[in-house]
């Protein structure tokens, strides 16, 4: 069981405080999708990688083939992969609207799923997959007591997350809007806050 003073984090937004300590996390905001004693997992949302691009992806799993992608409208791609972690960066997930499920779809909350399958990539690709969507390799991993840990020690600020947030493109104004949620001026803050 998660201590008292750390009810569940599953469905949150963890934004990086400044001076955190770990430069692959700075100014990131992750959505946390699992969090017990045994540990806390989430995805960055406003990392979004250069390479691979989401159509060269498709084709390097065969769900599509070369002359397919030239085929498919401009916009069958918009969405951007992102750097969801360091932890096993070269497996996929995708966090989507409800409006997508099979049987490894996980619900993280009321609005959010979790799937990673090659059937949610097919279903993105033809069009026929989630109306909502943030594609992204690797995750962020914390074991036991390491997240709550980072907190205590001023790492991370938590707010209530905002599908808005989440799946939108504006991945430069993520980490400011999800500040704004708390009522935090991302000017005024230090990485000494908290601390005497």
């Given at each position: 069981m998660i201590a008292k003073?750390?009810?569940?984090?599953?469905?949150?937004?963890?934004?990086?405080?400044?001076?955190?300590g770990d430069a692959?996390?700075?100014?990131?905001?992750?959505?946390?999708?699992?969090?017990?004693?045994?540990g806390a997992m989430g995805f960055i949302i406003n990392q979004v990688l250069d390479s691979?691009?989401?159509?060269?992806?498709?084709c390097q799993l065969e769900i599509i083939s070369e002359e397919e992608r030239h085929e498919l409208p401009q916009d069958a791609?918009?969405?951007?992969m992102h750097c969801g972690g360091p932890v096993e960066p070269g497996r996929g997930f995708v966090l989507h609207s409800p409006d997508f499920t099979s049987e490894s779809t996980v619900e993280v909350n009321g609005d959010v799923r979790l799937t990673a399958t090659l059937e949610i990539l097919r279903a993105i690709a033809t069009g026929k997959?989630?109306?909502?969507?943030?594609?992204a390799l690797g995750y962020s991993g914390w074991s036991a007591g390491q997240l709550e840990d980072e907190i205590v020690s001023n790492g991370w600020l938590?707010?209530?997350?905002?599908d808005s947030i989440i799946y939108d493109q504006k991945n430069?104004?993520?980490?400011?809007?999800?500040?704004?949620?708390?009522?935090?001026?991302?000017?005024?803050l230090s990485s000494n806050s908290g601390h005497a």
């Amino acid at each position: 069981m998660i201590a008292k003073s750390f009810p569940s984090l599953c469905g949150k937004f963890l934004i990086a405080m400044p001076g955190m300590g770990d430069a692959r996390f700075d100014k990131t905001v992750i959505y946390i999708c699992a969090h017990s004693d045994e540990g806390a997992m989430g995805f960055i949302i406003n990392q979004v990688l250069d390479s691979p691009k989401v159509s060269d992806f498709f084709c390097q799993l065969e769900i599509i083939s070369e002359e397919e992608r030239h085929e498919l409208p401009q916009d069958a791609f918009k969405t951007m992969m992102h750097c969801g972690g360091p932890v096993e960066p070269g497996r996929g997930f995708v966090l989507h609207s409800p409006d997508f499920t099979s049987e490894s779809t996980v619900e993280v909350n009321g609005d959010v799923r979790l799937t990673a399958t090659l059937e949610i990539l097919r279903a993105i690709a033809t069009g026929k997959g989630p109306k909502s969507c943030l594609m992204a390799l690797g995750y962020s991993g914390w074991s036991a007591g390491q997240l709550e840990d980072e907190i205590v020690s001023n790492g991370w600020l938590i707010a209530d997350a905002e599908d808005s947030i989440i799946y939108d493109q504006k991945n430069d104004t993520k980490y400011t809007r999800s500040l704004k949620l708390l009522g935090v001026d991302e000017a005024l803050l230090s990485s000494n806050s908290g601390h005497a």
